[in-house]
T-cell receptor
Framework: DSGVTQTPKHLITATGQRVTLRCSPR?????VYWYQQSLDQGLQFLIQ???????AKGNILERFSAQQFPDLHSELNLSSLELGDSALYFC??????????FGPGTRLTVL | GENVEQHPSTLSVQEGDSAVIKCTYS??????FPWYKQELGKGPQLIID?????GEKKDQRIAVTLNKTAKHFSLHITETQPEDSAVYFC???????????FGAGTILRVKS
């Protein structure tokens, strides 16, 4: 158990809908990262927050957004969902620096 | 941007044998190289990492080597056990950006 929690574990929704994925980092970790894992793209970095502020952006679609709250939990919002958005979404956290610890993931299925 | 290539994509070994997975990276500014193990239905688990000021690091049956000149690093697992069966990912990052760029993964099967 990495200490990073993610909810929900599974999410099934329809095209065009909007969903919110939630992540709670390890106690004491200020940095949160979101990654997408799909069969064709592998593990891809989406976005990073540090202590409430956006720190780095990767290949994140404009339909996706994220935020980190004062209690350091983070939410990833996915809107206007398409079939191709079906994937595993992982959150990772770190104190600062490189060691990132991953949560169990949210499996999103868009029908 | 950074690109990480990982080989082989699948690896089958007999229990007790050694397994070696290799990765190459393109960004000479990368200086942190972790390895993750992912079991079915779980998130990636950090198993070992190495920074660019070190050539080799060992933790029990697992070791990682880094050749900065050639821009490649490798994971070595000795005395493999069935519970080592999983998907292994290498990754690279710069200390300033911190985002991890992952290889495509290696499916390791340890046959008993």
């Amino acid at each position: 158990d990495s200490g990073v929690t993610q909810t929900p574990k599974h999410l099934i929704t329809a095209t065009g809908q909007r969903v919110t994925l939630r992540c709670s980092p390890r106690s004491g970790d200020l940095s949160v990262y979101w990654y997408q894992q799909s069969l064709d793209q592998g593990l891809q970095f989406l976005i990073q927050y540090y202590n409430g502020e956006e720190r780095a952006k990767g290949n994140i679609l404009e339909r996706f957004s994220a935020q980190q709250f004062p209690d350091l939990h983070s939410e990833l919002n996915l809107s206007s969902l398409e079939l191709g958005d079906s994937a595993l979404y992982f959150c990772a956290s770190s104190v600062w620096g490189n060691e990132q610890f991953f949560g169990p993931g949210t499996r999103l299925t868009v029908l | 941007g950074e690109n990480v290539e990982q080989h082989p994509s699948t690896l089958s070994v007999q229990e007790g044998d050694s397994a070696v997975i290799k990765c190459t990276y393109s960004d000479s500014a990368s200086n942190y190289f972790p390895w993750y193990k992912q079991e079915l239905g779980k998130g990636p688990q950090l198993i070992i990492d190495i920074r660019s000021n070190v050539g080799e690091k060992k933790d029990q049956r697992i070791a990682v080597t880094l050749n900065k000149t050639a821009k490649h690093f490798s994971l070595h697992i000795t005395e493999t056990q069935p519970e080592d069966s999983a998907v292994y990912f290498c990754a690279a990052s710069r200390s300033d950006g911190n985002k991890l760029v992952f290889g495509a993964g290696t499916i390791l099967r340890v046959k008993s």
